[in-house]
């Protein structure tokens, strides 16, 4: 199966060969499609089909829980299960990683399900799950000998990368579409780097970005040139979800779709803890979710497509709103494998996903976290997914850098003239009294 992405041409290390041990037990970049092993470098399509490269490690690796909770906590406690060298806990970086797994009984009585768990990554540096995807990249693109630090976004990656850089001493530059949320325009602003708004959508920006690659060849754009390493980052939010459930794996998942990378790595995760022993490799069901405004891969799954359309977005998730996502073909392959799915969620049902999370446990989700929790919901109504399984489902980033998709749907509950009798009858109408 081919991924729906336009054809690009392999970069190569501008520092040439990087030392033994740059990138820990990873031991080559292998083709998605045809199976062809590269040498490990700054490489992401096969020069062979040109399909997307991942990364392969020693399959002779050998690493304990103890080993992993001796680890700093962070996503470094995983190293020997990353494309990143053993002394890369000492990098002067932002250490993201090992994020809360809340336990949601009060959303789960209410939505019908028994255990419900939410794996919330707003508590990240920069408040996103970007933070590791980056840190990985940051790693990588340090190895390789890159200069400058740069990605296209739609947000949350443009935060992450920006003051990864900020951390690591170094220059970066971040492209995004001009009618992104503005308060991820300033949080990315702030930490002083080069942001360029693009007259486009994602995929506009993602296009001009992957010119650029080709052209400044000292820069690491950590979702293009050193997409493989970048994308490892994904698996963590897999292992700290079996650490932190003593050792196992959910039966369910649920994750926000937007190129696909982080549903097919939460599943490359769970795979490679059960062959190396780490946990009981049980059966578990991965489930993708989709704004109804940017959902291709929830239409190619709902009319039993192995193609992915692209699709001109047109959704309050913006974090999720692209429309030729890289890796749609193989998040199909993980639901229909898993027996799991790929549903959508309208702007509404995610704005009503955001508040249901925050009425019942206390997580202000951005959009992304909405449509997740939104299908969620779609899913048990729908009989997909099974209510008496352990289920997961991920917060991928902290509802601050979206209030204008709540902004006019929430509010104070009265305005009153200071007296103990206007607080007093507006109290009764809510009530509470």
């Not at 806990?89 to 090992?98: H, K, V």
């Not at 003593?246 to 769970?270: M, N």
Request: hydrophobic share 40%.
């Amino acid at each position: 199966m081919t991924a729906s992405t336009s054809t690009v041409v392999p970069t190569v290390s501008p520092a040439g060969a990087v030392r033994p041990g740059a990138f820990g037990n990873a031991v080559a970049l292998s083709c998605r499609e045809c199976g062809a092993a590269q040498e490990l470098g700054a490489l992401y399509a096969c020069p062979e089909c040109f399909g997307p490269l991942e990364v392969a490690y020693d399959t002779d690796v050998r690493v304990t829980r103890a080993d992993i909770a001796a680890g700093p906590q962070s996503l470094w406690r995983y190293q020997p299960l990353l494309p990143v060298p053993t002394d890369v806990a000492t990098f002067r970086g932002l250490d993201p990683g090992m994020t809360r797994l809340v336990r949601a009984d009060h959303l789960a009585r209410e939505l019908g399900i028994r255990t419900l768990w939410v794996k919330d990554d707003s508590g990240n540096p920069t408040h996103s799950f970007k933070d590791r995807v980056v840190a990985v990249a940051l790693t990588a693109a340090r190895e390789l000998g890159f200069r400058v630090l740069a990605c296209p976004s739609t947000g949350n990656l443009a935060n992450a990368t920006a003051a990864a850089a900020a951390r690591a001493g170094i220059r970066s530059v971040v492209l995004v579409p001009k009618d992104l949320e503005r308060p991820k325009v300033l949080t990315t602003a702030v930490y002083g780097g080069v942001l360029v708004a693009v007259d486009g959508t994602y995929d506009d920006v993602n296009r001009l970005a992957s010119e650029i690659a080709g052209e400044q060849e000292d820069w690491a754009f950590v979702n293009v040139n050193v997409r493989p390493y970048y994308a490892e980052g994904s698996k963590t939010l897999a292992f700290e979800v079996a650490e932190q459930l003593g050792w196992r794996l959910p039966e369910q998942v649920v994750v926000p779709v937007a190129s696909g990378s982080q549903l097919t790595k939460i599943d490359k995760g769970f795979g490679e803890l059960g062959r190396l022993g780490l946990v009981e490799p049980t059966p578990y069901r991965v489930f993708g979710a989709q704004a109804a405004g940017c959902s291709p891969v929830a239409t190619a799954y709902s009319q039993g497509h192995d193609v992915v359309r692209p699709v001109r977005p047109d959704t309050i998730a913006k974090s999720l709103a692209i429309g030729n996502p890289a890796d749609g073909p193989y998040v199909l392959d993980v639901a229909r494998r898993t027996g799991g799915a790929v549903e959508s969620v309208t702007d509404d049902e995610i704005r009503e996903g955001i508040r249901l999370l925050a009425r019942t446990e206390g997580i202000f989700a951005e959009t992304a976290g909405g449509v997740t929790v939104a299908t969620l919901k779609k899913l048990l109504e729908s009989g997909q997914l099974d209510p008496d399984a352990e289920t997961v489902v991920y917060n991928t980033g902290d509802g601050l850098k979206t209030l204008d998709a709540i902004a006019d749907r929430v509010g104070p509950s009265a305005t009153i003239p200071p007296t103990y009798d206007a607080f007093e009858r507006a109290v009764e109408r809510e009530g509470l009294a």
